[in-house]
């Protein structure tokens, strides 16, 4: 894609609001977990946009299943009924995570059994590096949230392609300014839109340069106020990431990166 499409792609295709409404209307009890119908359209599509620009990018992602087709004794919708395993927030993690991986995200699954952290299971091992900097933003992100129980879990996602192209940013200014100023303005702009997935606010903002990589936090757990977890995703997240890892692609062949100058 050239910039000008890149640029041109809308990344609020519909009101934060209205995606912030739905996430969070939805909770662990039955009675609450139902949306009025007039949300529930808004989120089919949402749904169905997200499919067509998952086919339109070429990516390689198998979506959930939905269940389109109300009953007409419905008044209003019961998720569970419709998208299997939305209130544990599956249906939505599963998107999260291939949509991560398939625009140069790594991650692991962090947890702590104790006052000890370790990575849990269904991850891979990492570098060393990669776990000091996975190790500091989870000890943020533990400190900063407080969990309630010893269940949580800390998604921790880097991407060395983002990590490389701030510290170039900050080593050749003029350069990318004069050569890539609509695209550096964009990468900007996203930066303060992904570093808040969920339609939830903490304290902080989970999200960090780090030893030549970006990394972004989730957490999943019962943190005083109420369960987290990926139901409260954000989807235009999912644009959003996508747009920034073309952006990300575009400056590493305008500014001719090479591959171990990320590493």
Do not use: H
């Not at 499409?5 to 039955?30: G, K």
């Not at 109300?70 to 993690?93: H, P, Q």
């Not at 609509?182 to 903490?202: H, Q, S, T």
Request: with cysteine.
């Amino acid at each position: 894609m050239n910039l000008e499409d890149i640029l041109a792609i809308d990344t609020t295709p519909i009101d934060e609001e209205v995606i912030c409404d739905i996430s969070t209307s939805w909770t662990y009890t039955y009675e609450s977990s139902r949306l009025s119908i007039k949300k529930w359209v808004y989120f089919l599509l949402l749904y169905r946009y997200i499919e067509k620009f998952v086919s339109t990018m070429n990516m390689s992602i198998s979506l959930p299943d939905v269940k389109y087709c109300l009953s007409k004794k419905d008044k209003d919708v019961n998720a569970e009924k419709y998208i299997t395993r939305w209130r544990e927030g599956e249906f939505a993690r599963k998107i999260f995570i291939q949509i991560m991986t398939e625009c140069n995200w790594q991650y692991r699954i962090m947890a702590y059994k104790g006052k000890t952290l370790t990575r849990l299971p269904e991850t891979a091992p990492c570098k060393l590096e990669e776990w000091k900097s996975a190790a500091k933003l989870t000890r943020k992100m533990k400190k900063c949230i407080q969990p309630y129980r010893s269940d949580a879990k800390y998604y921790i996602f880097w991407n060395y392609n983002l990590g490389w192209y701030l510290q170039f940013r900050k080593q050749n200014y003029r350069k990318v300014k004069l050569a890539f100023s609509e695209g550096d303005k964009k990468i900007e702009e996203l930066l303060k839109e992904i570093c808040r997935p969920l339609c939830i606010k903490f304290e902080e903002d989970f999200c960090m340069l780090d030893a030549g990589k970006y990394l972004l936090g989730l957490f999943e757990g019962w943190n005083g106020d109420g369960d987290v977890n990926f139901r409260m995703m954000n989807s235009l997240f999912f644009i959003r990431i996508v747009v920034l890892d073309k952006l990300l692609e575009y400056a590493m062949e305008l500014f001719k990166m090479n591959k171990e100058d990320k590493m």
